[in-house]
C-alpha cells in the first residue's frame, strides 16, 4: 500500500491510497470466491464454475468492484494507524483507479496542536483496553461481508438482516409519483426504505402485495422536501427472500478476510488495531 497525505483547511486531509498490485489481486480471488459461490451457472455446482465463465456472464467488473468493496476499509484503516489519524467524520471517497485500487479520500481528523513550553506540563497517560466483546463485533461484521445470501428452507415472512427484492410503486392520488422500482434488492434493518414499507414487508409472504398510505407531514426534516405535506399510496409486492449464510469462524475463514493463517493471528490484529485507534484518540482527547 502507498499512501500520501495532504493537510487541507478546518482539520480535513486528503489520503491518496494506492493497493500494490499483488494486494489488489488477493483481494480479486477472494472477492472472485464469494461471487462464484453465489451464482447459478448452468452445469456447476457452487464456486466450481471457471473464472473465465464467471466474468464472461457477469462482466469482470462486477467481481472488481467487489473486492473494491472489501479492499477499501482495510487499506483505508491502515492508512489511517500509519499517519496517526483519528478521524471525526464519515469519509468522502473516490475512486480513480480500478486495477489495482486507487482511490482518494478526504475527511476531518482530530487537529493537531502546536504546544510551546510543553515539557513543564505533566499529563498522567489514560489506559485505554479493548474488550472480548468488541473484537467479537468486528469479526461478526467481517464475517457478515463473507456471508452469502441463500433461500430458506421454507417460504417465510422476512425479518431483520434478511434480503428482500420487492417491486415497489407510490402513487399521489391516481398518478405515479416517482418511477417504480422493479426487482429492487434491499436488506431489512440496514435499508433506507420508511418504516412503513419495511413493516408491510414483513408481514408478506413470497409472491405476496400489499397497498397502503403514508401521510408525511408539513415539517419533516428527515423526508425529502418532494414529500412533506403530502400522502403517497403505496404498494409493495415482494418477490424473494434471501438470509445471510454466514461463513465458519475458523481459520479458513481467516484467510479469506486477509493475509492470516489462523483465526487467533485475525483476531490479534483486531485487538491490536482497535488498542491503537483508542490510543491515538485518548492521546489526542488529552492534547
Do not use: C
Amino acid at each position: 500500500m502507498k499512501v500520501t497525505v495532504e493537510r487541507l483547511p478546518q482539520s480535513a486531509v486528503r489520503l491518496d491510497i494506492a493497493a500494490d498490485p499483488e494486494e489488489f489481486q488477493r483481494a480479486f480471488e477472494r472477492a472472485f470466491r464469494r461471487i462464484n459461490q453465489q451464482v447459478a451457472i448452468p452445469g456447476f455446482r457452487p464456486g466450481r464454475a471457471p473464472r473465465a465463465l464467471v466474468e464472461r456472464r457477469l462482466g469482470r467488473e462486477v467481481i472488481v468492484h467487489e473486492a473494491h468493496h472489501e479492499l477499501m476499509d482495510q487499506l483505508y484503516r491502515k492508512a489511517l494507524e500509519q499517519e496517526e489519524l483519528v478521524p471525526v467524520s464519515e469519509p468522502v471517497v473516490e475512486v480513480y483507479q480500478d486495477e489495482p485500487l486507487a482511490f482518494r479520500v478526504e475527511v476531518q481528523v482530530y487537529p493537531r496542536v502546536e504546544l510551546n513550553d510543553y515539557r513543564s506540563v505533566r499529563v498522567e497517560p489514560r489506559e485505554v483496553s479493548v474488550t472480548g466483546e468488541e473484537v467479537d463485533q468486528v469479526i461478526e461484521d467481517l464475517r457478515k461481508s463473507q456471508s452469502v445470501w441463500v433461500e430458506p428452507e421454507q417460504p417465510r415472512h422476512p425479518t431483520t438482516g434478511d434480503q428482500v427484492t420487492i417491486d415497489l410503486q407510490a402513487f399521489e392520488g391516481e398518478e405515479p409519483f416517482q418511477s417504480p422500482l422493479e426487482g429492487m434488492p434491499f436488506v431489512l434493518g440496514e435499508s433506507s426504505l420508511f418504516p412503513q414499507i419495511e413493516e408491510a414487508i414483513r408481514n408478506l409472504l413470497p409472491g405476496e402485495s400489499a397497498e397502503f398510505d403514508i401521510a408525511f407531514a408539513e415539517d419533516d426534516e428527515r423526508v425529502n422536501p418532494d414529500l412533506r405535506g403530502k400522502t403517497l399510496h403505496y404498494k409493495v409486492t415482494l418477490r424473494e427472500v434471501k438470509e445471510r449464510e454466514l461463513p465458519e469462524l475458523d481459520d479458513e475463514f481467516a484467510r479469506s478476510v486477509g493475509d492470516f493463517q489462523t483465526l487467533d493471528e485475525l483476531r490479534q490484529r483486531i485487538r491490536d488495531d482497535l488498542l491503537r485507534q483508542k490510543a491515538l484518540a485518548a492521546r489526542s482527547e488529552v492534547l
